[in-house]
């Protein structure tokens, strides 16, 4: 609601969060199938964080949406399906809760529990 109206507007005078808002309202204008999201709250403070989480939990019900992270809780808390990469393969791909809690592979449990990455 408070970027609908600056969706052509220049994104300099917003903060980090209005202007990751206002740049996911752009991507939605044009109604795509699938939003793809690369770190959207790396740069945020965390009251922004959760309104971009929030925003994110709304979207996924008319959209497909890929987020790429390395927050690890983030992922815990957005995503319904996991898929963990490591140098461009894929080791492991399931739900969210299969992964966080009982993931298959050793490199999946290292990483998600910290060891390594």
């Known amino acids: ?12 005078g917003l903060s980090g969060g209005q202007q990751q808002r206002l740049c996911i309202a752009r991507s939605i204008a044009v109604q795509p199938e699938v939003i793809l999201l690369d770190e ?16 994110i939990d709304e979207l996924k019900q008319d959209f497909s949406i ?22 461009g393969e894929m080791v492991e791909v399931g739900s969210a809760a299969q992964m966080f809690t009982a993931p298959r592979q050793r490199r999946t449990q290292e990483y998600i529990t910290g060891r390594f990455g």
Not at 1 to 12: G, I, Q, T, Y
Not at 42 to 51: E, F, K, N, V, W
Not at 66 to 87: G, K, P, S
């Open 40 to 55: 959207p709250t790396s740069a945020l403070d965390p009251i922004s964080t959760l309104r971009i989480e929030e925003l």
């Open 66 to 87: 890929v987020i790429v992270t390395h927050n690890m809780q983030q992922a815990e808390r957005c995503a319904d399906q996991v898929a963990f990469f490591y140098l």
């Open 1 to 12: 609601a408070e970027v609908k109206d600056r969706l052509s507007a220049p994104a300099a």
